[in-house]
């Protein structure tokens, strides 16, 4: 069993950045394939970034790309998405999600997720 817990969500204006952490435990961590999602209301769940266990390769949402960066510490069992330059339509509540294996890390059934942090942007 693995379980993730997110945090570092909040209210900040646009242009502004936060920091989200997802911390890890239980199992095998370090060898699962890690991701974050988002769902804002009445929208479906988004795929924002994720990073490769093995080679530490990532992949952003189109959306995401160039503003937001995703990190491992496998030390700390601890996936990090640092994000800039935050926008109105970045607000959502953001996942973290974990999944053992995978050809494709957008569209895979993830084994765990957390419960989820709110991120607000305001205008």
């Known amino acids: 069993q693995v379980q993730l817990v997110e945090s570092g969500g909040g209210l900040v204006q646009a242009g502004g950045s936060l920091r989200l952490s997802c911390a890890a435990s239980?199992?095998?961590?370090?060898?699962?394939?890690m991701a974050w999602f988002r769902q804002a209301p009445g929208t479906e769940r988004e795929f924002v970034a994720g990073?490769?266990?093995?080679?530490?390769?990532?992949y952003y949402g189109d959306s995401v790309q160039g503003r937001f960066t995703i990190s491992r510490d496998n030390a700390k069992n601890t996936v990090y998405l640092q994000m800039n330059s935050l926008k109105p339509d970045d607000t959502a509540v953001y996942y973290c999600?974990?999944?053992?294996?995978?050809?494709?890390?957008?569209?895979?059934?993830?084994?765990?997720w957390g419960q989820g942090t709110q991120v607000t942007v305001s205008s």
């Open positions: 999600a974990a999944v053992y294996r995978t050809s494709s890390m957008t569209t895979a059934h993830y084994d765990y």
């Open positions: 239980g199992g095998t961590t370090t060898t699962y394939n």
């Open positions: 990073i490769r266990w093995s080679t530490t390769t990532t």
